[in-house]
């Protein structure tokens, strides 16, 4: 899981949208990214608090590494060699019924636990996110080329204007708080046992 610290303010942060596209594309099956936004018209306070980024962009993978560089290169690093052991299997199931979503979550643990402390939790992700306002205009360093390609960002002007921009993997909500929603997981658990937890969220009008 890649946190990324975005705003349109951050000239620096067309960075992380290109390498969190690069790793969409081509790891799609390992790699959840989503960008946490700071500053801007896109920011979800709890999850701008949460995730505590001193520098932008910044990244945090896996809640563990914390403020990491963000780059195509070392997010490509992070997947190949930071892994561990985990003794639990996460499902979920989404049904939405009109703007009304409802998300099943079951984890099944494989280890015996007598003083867990495990959360679940849901990140609400929108992609294609675009919008009309001066805060949706991305400040872009890399115009003129002289810091380098960058995706074909160093093509375009230093100020992108809203309508030329498209936001994806945006950070909408997070149900049950940036920690998970306490109370959600037993304290004892016991080898092969599944514990359920039910998540409602309403999608707010402009959202699509």
Same mark, same amino acid.
């Given at each position: *899981?890649?946190?990324?610290?975005?705003?349109?303010?951050?000239?620096?942060?067309?960075?992380?949208?290109?390498?969190?596209?690069?790793?969409?594309?081509?790891?799609?099956?390992?790699?959840?990214?989503?960008?946490?936004?700071?500053?801007?018209?896109?920011?979800?306070?709890?999850? =701008?608090?949460?995730?505590?980024?001193?520098?932008?962009?910044?990244?945090?993978?896996?809640?563990?590494?914390?403020?990491?560089?963000?780059?195509?290169?070392?997010?490509?690093?992070?997947? =190949?060699?930071?892994?561990?052991?985990?003794? *639990?299997?996460?499902?979920?199931?989404?049904?939405?019924?009109?703007?009304?979503?409802?998300?099943?979550?079951?984890?099944?643990?494989?280890?015996?636990?007598?003083?867990?402390?495990?959360?679940?939790?849901?990140? $609400?992700?929108?992609?294609? $996110?675009?919008?009309?306002?001066?805060?949706?205009?991305?400040?872009?360093?890399?115009?003129?080329?002289?810091?380098?390609?960058?995706?074909?960002?160093?093509?375009?002007?230093?100020?992108? @204007?809203?309508?030329?921009?498209?936001?994806?993997?945006?950070?909408?909500?997070?149900?049950?708080?940036?920690?998970?929603?306490?109370?959600?997981?037993?304290?004892?658990?016991?080898?092969?046992?599944?514990?359920?937890?039910?998540?409602?969220?309403? $999608? @707010?009008?402009?959202? =699509?």
């Amino acid at each position: *899981v890649f946190e990324e610290g975005t705003g349109t303010w951050c000239g620096w942060c067309p960075r992380g949208m290109v390498a969190m596209e690069y790793m969409q594309e081509n790891h799609a099956n390992n790699f959840i990214g989503i960008a946490v936004h700071n500053g801007d018209p896109m920011q979800d306070a709890a999850y =701008n608090s949460g995730a505590a980024f001193t520098g932008f962009p910044g990244m945090n993978v896996d809640r563990k590494a914390l403020g990491a560089d963000v780059s195509q290169e070392t997010m490509v690093s992070y997947l =190949n060699d930071y892994t561990e052991p985990t003794p *639990v299997a996460v499902n979920g199931t989404a049904s939405l019924n009109g703007r009304e979503v409802t998300f099943d979550v079951t984890s099944t643990f494989y280890s015996n636990f007598n003083d867990a402390n495990f959360r679940m939790g849901v990140i $609400v992700v929108e992609d294609g $996110v675009t919008g009309t306002s001066g805060g949706y205009a991305q400040q872009n360093y890399y115009a003129g080329g002289a810091a380098g390609p960058m995706g074909g960002y160093e093509t375009m002007p230093a100020v992108i @204007p809203a309508s030329q921009m498209v936001y994806d993997h945006v950070g909408r909500a997070l149900l049950g708080g940036y920690n998970g929603q306490e109370g959600s997981v037993p304290n004892i658990l016991t080898d092969g046992q599944s514990v359920s937890y039910t998540f409602n969220y309403t $999608v @707010p009008a402009a959202y =699509n």
